[in-house]
């Protein structure tokens, strides 16, 4: 146990860390691009804040949230999801007072006790983007295209983008209603979730797993046919943006989101390669949500994407770069000696920004030549007992293998001119 993270979480190693800067510097600059501010909240929160943001009767809520209560004797959560924090930052903050769109991202990790498999942790990061205080299709198709080309800057292609509305409070209830009556004879022979699910939130049942309920669900009435006519036009403006903008969509109106503050456009990104967890982000509207949390009715959007998946699908589509870790200098100390020297040149060498490192284990020349393979040294400086004496070094060049004898004090500009020239 000591010796083991929980279940469902990963460790970020050295080897791979360099795949997870690659994707979130594309985040910062995609973001920069479209000029959305970078914004950090804790990583957990007051629970109320996730049961009134989220939804009691959604799955998060139900199942899958690590509530705990501190010393004080608070019960906090620890976050599932962004949006509803960054609701909760922009309504403390009044981030509304200045901007009248406020357009944020974050990076982070999420955490859910949901069975962990390929594509699906208990924590995991997400890269997400909110755009608050506006109704304007634009901002929909804005938020949407970012998403898009996020993934295409990757090089993901063959993505699927399924877009819906899932009406509003004005429309919702016709849909409800109608819902309940096609399933009212079903009932019993739902599965036991989905059977709670029809009185408190019958649109959870076309988003039901199971493969019976699945089977049953065919020929539902669809929330497109019952939009009010501000959502069917809301609607329309999106998807002749979308279409305007060259970014190609399949309509499914039954698409419903996991997460009960959507309204109007809802959306998600798949990568069918990614088998049952295939989709990479998911967003829509959440034109209620301020209110709800405690602010004046302001409209909204964002979307988030799954970080690990998507560094699963550029594995698996051979796209992550490789990314070079390579110092500059590696110094080679051999003897007692030589090991104050060594390190003062390393001193002299990092303050004039040239990448160095040294062995601190006092190996034999074999091991450190190997570590200064490993580390992709661009040349080494080799000191011991007799270079000390005559105050000079042996510099390879790790690419041609020559080699030099070079005065002590020369060494630095020597490399200097080398390296960053
Ligand atoms: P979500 O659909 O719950 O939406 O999550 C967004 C994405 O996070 C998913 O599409 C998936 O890629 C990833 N994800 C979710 N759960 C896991 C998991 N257990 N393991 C790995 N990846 C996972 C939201 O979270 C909303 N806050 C998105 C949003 C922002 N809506 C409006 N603004």
Partial sequence: MLTTGPRGTKDILPDTIGQWLYVEKTVRD???LYGYKEIRTPIFEHTELFLRGIGETTDVVEKEMYTFIDRGKRSLTLRPENTAATVRAY????????IAVNKLFYIGSMFRYDRPQAGRYREFHQFGVEALGTLNPAIDAEIIMLAVQFLKTLGLNDLKL???????????????ERLQEFFRDKLEVLCSDCQSRYDRNPMRILDCKNEHCKELSMGAPNITDCLCDE???????????LTEAGIEFELDPRLVRGLD????????????????????????RYDGLIEECGGSPTPAIGFAVGLERVLLALEKQALLPGVSQATDVFVVALGVTAQKPAFKLLCDLRAKSIKASMDFAGR????????????????????????????????KDMITSDQEKIAIQEIVNKLYAEVKD
């Fill in 30 to 32: 995609i973001c920069e």
């Fill in 91 to 98: 309504l403390e903050h009044k981030l509304y007072a200045d």
């Fill in 162 to 176: 399924a877009l819906n509305s899932v009406g509003c409070p004005n429309c919702r209830p016709v849909y409800r």
């Fill in 231 to 241: 959502c069917t036009d809301h609607f329309e403006q999106v998807k002749s943006l």
């Fill in 261 to 284: 503050y959507y309204t109007k456009t809802a959306f998600e990104i798949q990568y069918a390669p990614l088998g049952a967890q295939s989709a990479v982000a998911g967003g829509g």
């Fill in 364 to 395: 034999s020349l074999k091991a450190q030549m190997k570590q200064a393979n490993k580390a992709m040294a661009r040349y080494v400086v080799m000191l011991g007992e007799n270079e000390v004496n005559d105050s000079c070094v042996i510099l």
